[in-house]
DNA sequence: TCTCTTACGTTTTTT
DNA sequence: ACGTAAGAGA
């Protein structure tokens, strides 16, 4: 048989990996090192060369954009269809054995899928329930309690709280959580993994049938599994199947929500002869950057080893910008964009990464004053829009008329004359009878238990409910997009918002006929048809599996703008790295209390930033920047001072300098100290607010720019602009 | 019951 | 600075 395509093209242990003799395999992947090519020829290898059916292989990744570029690979390499190769993420995979199974599974059939807000929502309810202090007991810090346990395998059976009685009561809120989750027929994200890790445990004969028929799982980016993913594999593998794990644990930044690098030494330990392949050829970047990345993260103590080098050349050295504030840093990053553009560079092939969301305001603002088109990644998802979520609740209560968490959001939006009071008397009464919210209401309003506007309200709402029923069972029962599109009518939703987008100027109600169109667009999938799930169920599980505008669609032809978790396998010919400071980048908190651990998730940050570059890298961070609506003034980043000496070039602003003399006049109104001085000369006595006395000993610029280096008794030296400084002459 | 005002808490995020 | 989430008047 001709493999030549492949294997054509591949380095040697790209080669060595793609074409491995049976038996387990770790593949220490370096960033830029060609993983998904190896990870889908792999499984070409299999089925064309070994003869593998593809029904016998399953591969999980942890992106819904990873396993579909995954599962596009794969269908050309193979030159068909991928039917019965199991290809998805962890949750997605889980989520279809429990749809498979649900009974089994212990779950209603109708159950549906719980997102991050709508279980804070939950949780918060349970504390109150409990009758709880909820400033004592925070919902946010029990969801992710909760959730950390959920990814820990644990139950509130597992844990042991010890002497400690406010962990007593936190296990007795995840105990409310679930059983009230069990009610409703909701699982969360976590649950979908731990419901179906303990499927297969409880289920001996259908665990069976699995490990007869997946004899080959691969999975992706292994150094982002948490204890149940890794826990689910190995159960998944037994004895019997042969496991391909990628990952790179010099990229793993996700411990902070549960991932274990060390499930990728636990894998060398839990299964025999596993064999280490390294792929250390970089494809993507020059090898200045390399040098720079590599200098970095050697800086980490806890590594399995690997350097990544380049049959390219060095390319350009590495720019570091240093700037006043951080007006001043944008200006300066966005000309530079500009005068990238101007030479022919695409606007989509130039990144600015920051550590935190908050930090991409500024060069919004930039950008937009420059006329520049950008595109700014995370923050609210298609899915996650209270006016969509709103929609897809009354579609999900008439999927599963348990669904509490629905109902509440139904009645509330738009205002229907049912507030707290009325909706507490039916919490109550659901409680004491054990049912549904919506079937306590459809009581209520039998008996006439309920007065004034909220009869109406609550009765508008059943005959709104039992219309939609009713239409669904006729003969003609109408497609998916028509129901939600009468049920965004009949409920007065789109007039709400409408009324609402008056002031708001927001397109809400466009959001609503998008979410129309998707339903109108939307294709059951043959799985799903095979495993007899509705149109509507599936949809949903879409809606909360798939949270939306897939990520990294480099749309048009735009500066793409996104945190540096964000950026995380992708690349860009030119990368800014911005606010490379200390306090910012390592953040604040792996500065203060994390001991190295976390100082060294911040390196491997670093990391990912560096390797997204493949041409040109900029860093630049400023000595002065109003953050939260205050001042603060930062070092720059101790990962700059990391990189080599001959890898950067200092870039620095044309000063201009007025020595020995007045320079500096104070920006907009001159502040109360100032008066009408005339300005400040060398060696005169300072006083900062934060930094205490000093001496001037420097000064460069003017106007806005106008900078002095005080020698501050206490801190040292410092570069200061005068007009944010707000320093006062002293004597 | 709805709407307006005040207080709070602010890494990183997928599913 | 800013957005959300709980409390007080209409």
Redesign the pocket.
Same mark, same amino acid.
């Given at each position: 048989m001709d493999v030549s395509h492949l294997i054509d093209g591949l380095n040697a242990a790209q080669r060595e990996a793609v074409s491995a003799a049976p038996g387990h395999l770790l593949v220490l992947a370096g960033a830029g090192s060609g993983k998904t090519r190896v990870l889908t020829q792999r499984v070409a290898w299999l089925v064309e060369v070994e003869g593998v059916w593809p029904h016998a292989i399953l591969a999980v990744t942890?992106?819904?954009?990873a396993a579909a570029e995954m599962r596009g690979r794969c269908e050309r390499l193979l030159n068909r269809p991928t039917q019965g190769l199991w290809i998805g993420?962890?949750?997605?995979l889980a989520?279809r054995l429990l749809r498979l199974h649900w009974r089994e599974a212990g779950l209603l059939e109708t159950f549906q899928i719980l997102?991050?807000d709508d279980q804070q929502r939950l949780i918060?309810r349970v504390i109150s329930e409990q009758g709880l202090d909820?400033t004592r007991f925070v919902?946010?810090q029990g969801t992710w309690m909760i959730n950390a346990w959920k990814d820990e395998g644990k139950r509130p059976r597992d844990i042991d709280p010890g002497d400690n009685p406010d962990l007593a009561r936190w296990i007795e809120v995840y105990q409310g959580y679930e059983a009230s989750c069990q009610r409703q027929g909701l699982v969360d994200?976590?649950e979908l993994l731990l419901r179906s890790h303990e499927l297969w445990l409880t289920q001996p004969a259908l665990l069976d049938h699995y490990r007869r028929r997946f004899s080959h799982l691969l999975v992706d980016e292994f150094q982002d599994t948490n204890t149940i993913q890794y826990a689910w594999i190995r159960m998944l593998a037994g004895s019997s199947a042969q496991v391909f794990a990628v990952g790179d644990d010099d990229q793993s930044?996700?411990s902070? #929500?549960g991932a274990r690098v060390a499930n990728m030494q636990a894998y060398t330990r839990d299964f025999p002869n596993v064999s280490t392949i390294r792929l250390e050829q970089n494809y993507r970047s020059t090898g200045t950057i390399l040098a720079a990345a590599n200098a970095v993260i050697k800086r980490n103590s806890e590594r399995l080893g690997k350097e990544l080098w380049t049959a390219a050349g060095n390319g350009e050295p590495i720019s570091i910008y240093a700037a006043y504030n951080e007006q001043d840093e944008a200006r300066y990053v966005v000309e530079r964009i500009r005068r990238a553009v101007a030479e022919d560079i695409r606007p989509s092939e130039i990144a600015i990464l920051y550590?935190?969301?908050?930090l991409s305001r500024v060069f919004e603002e930039e950008l937009i004053r420059h006329g520049v088109a950008y595109r700014v990644?995370?923050g609210l #998802?298609f899915f996650e829009r209270a006016e969509i979520k709103d929609a897809l609740a009354y579609l999900r209560l008439l999927a599963n008329p348990a669904d509490d968490a629905a109902f509440e959001r139904v009645v509330?939006t738009p205002?229907?004359?049912?507030?707290?009071?009325?909706?507490e008397d039916l919490r109550q009464a659901a409680r004491s009878g054990g049912v549904s919210l919506l079937q306590t209401a459809a009581e209520a309003s039998r008996e006439g238990t309920l007065k004034?506007?909220?009869r109406g309200?609550i009765e508008a709402l059943l005959s709104l409910f039992a219309s939609l029923r009713e239409s669904a069972d006729g003969d003609e029962s109408p497609r998916l997009y028509e129901r939600l599109e009468g049920l965004i009518e009949g409920s007065g939703l789109r007039a709400h918002y409408a009324a609402q987008s008056k002031h708001d100027a927001d397109s809400r109600v466009d959001n609503l006929d998008e979410l129309i169109s998707m339903a109108r667009g939307f294709v059951l999938s043959a799985d799903d048809e095979a495993a007899g799930i509705s149109e509507m169920a599936a949809f949903l599980s879409y809606a909360?599996?798939?949270?939306g505008e897939g990520?990294g669609e480099a749309w048009d032809d735009c500066v793409q703008l996104?945190?540096?978790?964000?950026a995380k396998g992708l690349e860009f010919p030119c990368v800014f790295m911005v606010g490379m400071e200390d306090g910012l980048f390592p953040?604040q908190?792996?500065i203060d209390e994390g001991g190295s651990a976390?100082l060294e998730e911040e390196r491997r940050?670093a990391y990912v930033g560096i390797t997204r570059a493949r041409r040109q890298l900029t860093l630049s961070h400023a000595e002065s920047r109003?953050l939260?609506?205050m001042e603060t003034w930062n070092r720059p980043s101790r990962f700059i001072s990391e990189l080599p000496r001959n890898t950067i070039v200092e870039v620095r602003p044309r000063a201009q300098l007025s020595r020995g003399g007045n320079f500096g006049q104070p920006r907009k109104q001159p502040t109360q100290d100032w008066g009408d001085e005339p300005g400040i000369a060398l060696g005169s006595q300072v006083s900062h607010a934060q930094f205490g006395e000093g001496v001037v000993v420097a000064a460069e610029g003017q106007g806005d720019h106008a900078r002095v280096q005080v020698n501050f008794e206490d801190v040292g030296s410092k570069w200061l602009v005068l007009a944010y400084a707000n320093l006062v002459v002293l004597g």
């Open positions: 942890f992106t819904n954009k993420t962890f949750h997605g989520h997102d991050a918060k909820d919902a946010r994200f976590a930044i996700y902070w #929500r550590r935190a969301n908050a990644y995370g #998802r509330a205002p229907r004359g049912v507030g707290d009071k009325t909706l004034g506007r909220a309200g909360a599996l798939e949270s990520q996104m945190t540096l978790h964000a953040s908190r792996a976390q940050l109003r939260r609506g």
